[in-house]
């Protein structure tokens, strides 16, 4: 017993200097001007400075955890080796109960080092690597925006300034040490001062825009008492209650309101009733007064009636953008009027669903979940859209609902699988899950899912202001030589595409893809293991190769099993080349542990590497029955290692 | 007697699975090589299977006498039941068994031939990264190709004038690794420039193309092969010793036991196979030594090593080396033998 303990903390020691050599190694050796960077291959010049220490550190780490297999083989080998010749050997049948008695203890070993190596490589090892590509994305970021800003500062349009500076601040976020002199360095137009007054205004614009999204929130939210009430009664109306007041409104020649008030009621009831039909009378006849009926107002509330008939027609001819901003300003005016209230309200309403706030995306950069996803969707015509998105906010707490692109663009493969001429992007888009059944009104809404809805239009929540306006841009997929012509042409063509440029995208592809894709895109092998079992079979449809996730998934399944038939295989190994009994164990001897670590780490890898020759090869006959296969004869060979061991003899 | 014709069919035993296994896994590897995802391909493919095991032919026999020492070093043997038909199976295979198998391999590798990976023609319908481009390649109903390409791994712009400088070379750096020939490598001019005025030059530098280790063709294959990162390393190195070694063969029978000497020093680790008391030990020090030799021995050959250390050129070096390891190794075993005479043995 002594001596197994004492062997145990050998072990924990030696596996604590592996850690504390590897993690070392990173922090001193692993420059790029380094000798022993083919080894510890952490260049820091690809981190942000206040990220390097960090990055190189959890480079350290995760080195410590690929050896992990190596380190847990290497202590069973010597540990077996030394405990077979302790309790000396075993008798010279085959079969004997002696090694059934050691099986037992080397499958007990066996398993649990098996599950510390799949607890590593399944949980360890991703949270690890989402850290260090999150400083990496970090900096390609950091450099994108300030390449981004660049450009724009030297642009001489107007706009491309707040532009510039809009760049540059999100860079600033990312690395805030860069500092001031960097923003002031990329606009030389600006003077220091200029610049200094500048930037407070900026600053208080943004407060002054989420003041207004507050209000804006606010009759919805239970803090607001006299709002809920109202809410309150309103749900208890029924149908009925909005009926009387259509018919009261309309006798009182208020068409407006008997307008409004009758297309609530279409909208509140579905059968074609009694009740149904009296409202579309009235709503139609009050829109027909309303619309032909001469100014014939009293001189207190005329402006006003004006402005809100305006508006009012405006949203009725699906013009929302511009019956928003009207009411915007009429609800600035005159905060308290119910009808500019009630108007605004159903503007809101129908505005969101049609653009999104660019405001919304200001501080959506810093926490972008993933970056560079790319995917296929094959419509129902044979057309081919290839999306790209160059970054994804997740707003977490709508259940990921809610998520902003950026840099979303769409370029589309005629059925003939001819690139088309020109793609759009967009800067960003706001993508939110919405039934099936609400896009499309065919589909079954028994069997309804959640599909990404995504706004490519962004608009600016205070003013009508063209500046601020997100939109899709179309350009050119190729760069072909072209005459002058050719390029006059072209971009006339591109003017006539931006000015008819879709609104919205709707991906028709279940909600549960997209995470699924996105972390596709960040390869096979870092891919969650239940996450890949689900994306095997839907690799195809959206342009990845069902070969390398199925290949993956394979491995990954059989890893486990492969271990155990290793560490089984050294068991033997062990008791083969067993330190006979009699003889003292050196200290010395210890100085080899590093020397076999290198050896299995690489035969390791072998064996990881002639795993993927075989699932890649046994894919292409077998299709998906690839794991099952792989997995199958796993086990065999860890049932024929087993009875291997089982009969090993002694001398 | 008989113990010792038994190690003998060990041998031959040990040497069969070693191939058949190698071959295989060499037959997928190239398979693999060929692949494009989304095409179908065969499991088994005899040609590329025979050429690979005539390739590989030799190395397995190296490596089946190394663990034919492993398995001397658990198994009783009195010396001279081990010692004769070992000495009789090394000096067989590296007077015979190597220049024959090099001089089939000349031959077979016309006859059966393994095309080169061909990179062009992807299969379409797929996002593939290559260097800091996003692709996806469509095929058009005239079957021609049209690729979408868009750079989105973009590098590091001038805002840190440090980090540009360096950016630039990991980014070239990257590109090299993508496309599997890395810094260690020896591209063929680099090659034949280097070699202009060395001794091995004539010979090495015509078959400087054998050097290069093969590419796969399509790169999401490559990236699911999970290609260990020594891999290229030593394919490369593999081969630079092979292309070695057939150019010494070329030069006459003096230039080929230069090469040779190589395996005297491999075959002679068996004198470490009493080093130590546990039996371990002496496995893993027989593989590490048999490691340390071939490495050695490739830096001779090794043009970059030899631009760094000019001496290791010199065409006498491989054998002062090897042959003080033999006496070195000879020493050691000797010492064992009288020391402890018979160490191998379970006490009872």
Not at chain 1, 375 to 382: I, L, N
Request: glycine share 4%; aromatic share 14%; with cysteine.
């Amino acid at each position: 017993m002594n001596g197994k303990i004492k062997a145990a903390i050998i072990f924990v020691v030696y596996a604590f200097l592996i850690f504390l050599i590897s993690v070392l190694c990173y922090l001193f050796l692993s420059d790029s001007d380094s000798v022993f960077y083919a080894i510890f291959s952490a260049d820091s010049s690809n981190v942000l400075s206040p990220d390097k220490t960090a990055y190189k550190f959890d480079n350290g780490i995760l080195f410590f955890f690929k050896l992990i297999p190596a380190v847990l083989m290497t202590a069973e080998v010597f540990g077996f080796s030394w405990f077979f010749g302790v309790s000396s050997g075993g008798t010279k049948r085959r079969f004997s109960n002696r090694m059934l008695g050691h099986l037992k203890t080397v499958l007990i070993t066996c398993v649990s080092c098996v599950i510390v190596c799949f607890v590593t490589e399944e949980a360890l090892i991703p949270s690890v690597q989402n850290a260090v590509n999150l400083y990496e994305a970090r900096a390609r970021n950091y450099w994108e925006f300030t390449k981004l800003a660049t450009e724009h500062s030297k642009d001489p349009k107007d706009d491309s300034l707040s532009k510039a500076r809009f760049y540059a601040e999100e860079a600033l976020k990312l690395f805030p040490k860069s500092m001031e002199e960097r923003v002031l360095k990329l606009s030389e137009k600006y003077t220091k001062e200029e610049l200094y007054s500048l930037y407070p205004e900026y600053m208080r614009a943004k407060k002054l825009a989420h003041d207004i999204e507050d209000m804006a929130v606010k009759p919805t939210s239970t803090t607001d008492v006299v709002a809920t009430q109202v809410a309150e009664d309103i749900k208890e109306k029924d149908s009925y209650s909005y009926l009387l007041k259509a018919e009261e409104a309309f006798k009182k020649k208020d068409y407006l309101n008997a307008h409004y008030y009758a297309e609530l009621v279409i909208k509140t009831t579905v059968v074609d009733g009694e009740n149904r039909l009296r409202a579309k009378e009235i709503e139609s006849l009050s829109w027909n007064l309303l619309t032909s009926e001469k100014q014939t107002f009293d001189e207190n509330t005329g402006d006003l009636f004006a402005q809100k008939k305006a508006a009012y027609s405006a949203l009725k001819n699906g013009d929302v953008l511009k019956a928003y901003y009207m009411l915007l300003k009429m609800k600035d005016e005159n905060p308290a009027d119910p009808d500019v209230l009630n108007y605004f309200d159903e503007t809101l309403e129908r505005l969101e669903k049609q653009y999104f706030f660019e405001d919304e995306t200001d501080d959506k950069l810093e926490f972008e979940t993933a970056n560079n996803i790319y995917f296929s969707v094959t419509k129902p015509d044979g057309q081919v859209d290839l999306i790209f998105i160059g970054g994804i906010s997740i707003v977490e707490d709508t259940g990921q609902l809610v998520q902003y692109f950026r840099n979303f663009s769409v370029t589309s493969v005629s059925a003939d699988g001819h690139l088309q001429d020109y793609s759009y992007s967009v800067p960003y888009a706001k993508m939110t899950a919405q039934f099936a059944s609400s896009v499309d009104p065919s589909v079954n809404p028994n069997n309804d899912r959640y599909i990404p809805y995504i706004f490519l239009r962004g608009i600016d929540r205070l003013s009508d202001n063209s500046r601020n306006v997100i939109r899709p841009q179309y350009k050119a997929t190729r760069d072909e030589e072209t005459s002058s012509l050719d390029v006059v042409a072209r971009v006339r063509e591109i003017r006539q595409l931006d000015r008819n440029a879709p609104s919205f995208y709707v991906l028709n592809i279940p909600f549960e893809d997209l995470a699924l894709i996105r972390q596709a895109c960040e390869g096979a092998d870092k891919m969650p293991f239940l996450s890949l079992m689900r994306f095997t079979s839907k690799a195809e449809q959206y342009g990845f190769s069902s070969e390398v996730y199925t290949t993956e998934f394979a491995k990954r399944a059989c890893f486990p099993f492969v271990i155990l038939a290793i560490m089984i295989g050294l068991a033997i190994l062990s008791f083969n080349y067993r330190l006979l009994s009699g003889r003292a164990f050196r200290f010395h001897w210890l100085l080899l542990f590093p020397l076999m670590t290198i050896l299995l780490h690489f035969v390791l890898m072998l064996i990881d590497y002639m795993e993927s020759l075989l699932a890649l090869s046994l894919y292409s006959s077998l299709g998906a029955w690839c794991p099952v296969v792989m997995v199958a004869v796993s086990v065999v060979v860890v049932l024929g290692v087993s009875i291997r061991f089982l009969s090993s003899h002694g001398e | 007697m008989k113990k010792s014709f038994f190690l003998v069919l060990v041998f031959f035993v040990i040497f069969l699975v070693l191939l058949c296994g190698t071959s295989f896994f060499a037959m997928l590897e190239e398979n693999c090589m060929h692949m494009k995802v989304g095409i179908k391909s065969s499991f088994f493919n005899w040609s590329y299977l025979l050429h690979c095991a005539v390739l590989y032919m030799p190395w397995c026999a190296v490596f089946a006498l190394m663990m034919l020492i492993l398995y001397i070093i658990k198994h009783k043997f009195s010396i001279p039941q081990f010692a004769i038909p070992y000495f009789v199976i090394a000096l067989l295979l590296w007077m015979l068994v190597i220049p024959g198998c090099s001089a089939w391999y000349a031959k077979i590798q016309n006859d059966i031939p393994i095309l080169p990976a061909d990179s062009q023609n992807l299969s379409a319908g797929y996002f593939r990264v290559e260097g800091e481009d996003l692709t996806f390649v469509t095929e058009t109903k005239e079957n021609d190709r049209e690729v979408w390409r868009r750079k989105v791994f973009s590098e590091r712009t001038g805002i840190e004038s440090t980090a540009e400088a360096t950016g630039a070379e990991t980014v070239a750096s990257a590109e090299s690794v993508s496309t599997g020939k890395t810094g260690m490598g020896i591209s063929a001019e680099n090659l034949q420039e280097a070699l202009a005025d060395s001794k091995l030059s004539e010979a090495l530098a015509a078959s400087a193309s054998d050097v290069e280790a093969p590419t796969f063709s399509d790169s999401l294959i490559e990236r699911a092969a999970s290609i260990p990162m020594w891999w290229n390393f030593a394919h490369e190195k593999c081969l630079l010793l092979k292309a070695a070694c057939s150019s010494a063969l070329k030069k006459g029978y003096f230039a080929y036991i230069l090469f040779a000497t190589m395996g005297f020093a491999l075959s002679s680790v068996i004198f470490l196979c009493r080093f130590s008391s546990w039996r371990l030990i002496n496995g893993l020090i027989v593989l590490v030594v048999s490691a340390v030799i071939i490495l050695v021995n490739i830096q001779f050959y090794d043009e970059t090593m030899i631009q760094w250390l000019p001496f290791l050129g010199k065409s006498w070096l491989p054998l002062v080396f090897n042959t003080s390891l033999c006496v070195i190794f000879m020493t050691i075993g000797i010492i064992n033998w009288v020391r402890h005479p018979d160490s191998n043995r379970e006490e009872r």
